[in-house]
């Protein structure tokens, strides 16, 4: 029973980083209807901020995930300035292989600027973590989670609540009828993109001191990301979040009652069961897709 | 006209070990060569039925990994003391398994994964290959996991009436895979001219259309990803015997985006372009060698498909062939339909 209780608490902090990674891909692949194969470079990226801010400046850890989520954000927007405005009304295949040459060349371009050998991030969180009753957990996660929630719920108060928020929804709902409404859709494809890829460079700066930091680490979350914002329908920014909390306890459960070495294999396993059993997600209306 | 051409490419391919006598370039030429194999058949689901499938990977390991373990023999426990013991066979016969059991994964992949269409698909054959890419590695039993096979043996072919020759050089390996390669391409060229092809290429342009004259969507697709996927497994089987030791990096996604990136760059939908897409990446990294750092290759690796969709979208062996017409001043084909033009004949 303890052991179970601790596969619940190791959930809800891995889920917090997951439901941030998810919530910034639906954005983007789930809204904008762009595969984006460069999210996961972004939270490679945002895991490099923390090392450059924390370890190279010397400055303080809190400070560090401010600057890679600004860092993200400019990322971002240069992606979608650059690679997609130009690419805008081609088909969805030639979209999502210049993302791909876009992935393999900043990943190799971090291999090259910082290395293959992991780094990692000093906290100033003590080493002894928080024992309640039957079950442990580190300052440092618990920090991560409250993190990862305080921007989850900006997010969706931004999308939600804002000016800027109702018209991205417009936006990706009727191009053209959102354009004569006086929204500037130039501005909002690259805002909506960049905003995606902070969420996800903040995701990348949470998760990189708690593991390693190294080139490739982003591949897994961006799978990852992809089952997250499939089991929550696109688009679905509460269903990307409970998406993100299923994906964890899966990987918790099958970890330590499976195997350890298939963990990795849940986010697949999900992604496809969900799409031959329910295509629209779990929390979706009914909808035909494809 | 296009025949002369063709044979013309066949016979200058095969004379290239008369004069190329650097084995570097050699290596370089024959698994570029079964990385062609592998994008030919990819371009028969990605530019014959518009299908983007980028598991493909995992036929091609699936197919190694079938004909490394026919080869070498196999001991796996099932059921606490039940063994199931595989005595090892000839490479040959591992080859033929190869393609039978890729063509069967084939089978299972494309009756589960063409129900979602377009980006959901893509996401299907990823997960598909990253979960046989995960088992490969931790059935350690069965695949010795991230140790790998070693010692595969080189494929042996029994020649009538004298001994079997073994292909050990890397002279034989060129002529065996180049004769894969071009039965592989007459049989894609043959697929895609015939009654079948014309309904596949029907549903990439319009499915409910295609449906509605009385193709079987679901039949038509499911065949096309049985035949490509066990070519795949042939180029698998080919490329276990040729390294003589495989791990579970085979299954990496950057091999399926090779894959794609030759097809796409050399024109999906033309059967030329996955060779010549092909034979521009394959040896891209023995030019890059000598001037950049194995990290910029990569990084000019991304540079140049990025830059690729940007100016030629189409691919440049369709950007060629229209430009060529353009000065015969004849009119341009459209897509995909270039080959089909002189061989309309109605199978029964």
Redo the contacts between chains.
Sequence with gaps: MSEFLQHLVNMLVLGGTYALLGIGLTLI?GIM?V?NFTHGVLYTFGAYMMFIVVQQLGMNFFLALPVAVVAGWALGAIIELT?LR??RG?D???T???M??????????A??IWGGVAKSVATPFPEAPLVIGPVSVSWLRLFVLAAAALLIVATYLLINRTKLGCAMRATFQDHDTASLMGVNVDLIYPSTFAIGSSLAAAAGALLGPVYVIFPQMG?LAA?KA??IV?LGGLGNITGAVIGGFILALAEELGAGYV?S??R??M???I??AV??AR?TGLFARSER?? | MKLIATLVSIAALASVPLWLRDPYLMNALITTGIFIIGAMSLNLLLGFTGQ?SLGHVAFFGIGAYTSALTSLGFDIGVFGDFHIVHEPWPPIAGFFLAIVVAGLCGYLVGR??F??????????T???A??VR??A??WIELTQGPLALNNIRSIAIPLPGLSELVIRTKLHNYYLVLTVAVIAYVLIARLVRSHFGRAMRGLMENETLAVSVGIDVTRTLTLAAVISAAIAGAAGSLYAHYIRIIDPDIFA??NT?TM?IMV?SGGKGSLAGPIVGGLIFGLMPVFLRPIM?P?????A???V??VI??LL?RGIVPSFSRLLSKQRGQAPAPDGMAFAKNDAKEPA
């Design positions: 692949f209807n595969v690679l130009p690419l081609s969805i295949d030639t999502m292989l210049v791909i040459g876009a992935w393999i060349a900043m990943q190799s371009g291999l090259w591949d799978v992809f089952a499939i195997s070495g298939y990795d294999a986010g697949f396993l992604i496809i799409l031959i295509p897709v494809g | 983007l589960l994964s129900r979602v269409r377009g980006a959901y698909f893509v996401i299907v990823i997960s598909f990253e979960v995960l088992v590695l931790n996604f950057i985006v794609v796409i750092a990290e910029a290759q990569w990084i690796y991304g540079g498909l990025i969709l940007f979208p």
